[in-house]
Nanobody, 115 residues
Framework: QVQLVESGGGLVQPGGSLRLSCAAS????????MDWYRQAPGKQRELVAH???????NYVDSVKGRFTISRDNRKNTVYLQMNSLKPEDTAVYYC?????????WGQGTQVTVSS
């Protein structure tokens, strides 16, 4: 069983930055792909950023150039560095671990971008 714990959310002004962290338990982190999703009120959950076990990354167009996903396999942790934040980035952010048919979710962390 894998547990994922997100942290780092909060309230930030437009143009500000936050770094989200997601710490994983268990022994499969280093061989798993990791994703960050977000869900805004009244909207569907969307994939924001993806990182493979080998470190290749992909982003949704709306965050390209502003967000960076990274991972530290020694710490079993994936990060999402978010810069130049906009009000439309406001959402609950979730990390997800995928390995074959396995999929685990964290509890989510709230990010609010507002002046």
């Amino acid at each position: 069983q894998v547990q994922l714990v997100e942290s780092g959310g909060g309230l930030v002004q437009p143009g500000g930055s936050l770094r989200l962290s997601c710490a994983a338990s268990g022994s499969i982190f280093s061989i798993s792909a990791m994703d960050w999703y977000r869900q805004a009120p009244g909207k569907q959950r969307e994939l924001v950023a993806h990182i493979t076990s080998g470190g290749s990354t992909n982003y949704v167009d709306s965050v390209k150039g502003r967000f960076t996903i990274s991972r530290d396999n020694r710490k079993n942790t994936v990060y999402l560095q978010m810069n130049s934040l906009k009000p439309e980035d406001t959402a609950v952010y979730y990390c997800n671990l995928k390995l074959g048919t396995l999929s685990y979710w964290g509890q989510g962390t709230q990010v609010t971008v507002s002046s």
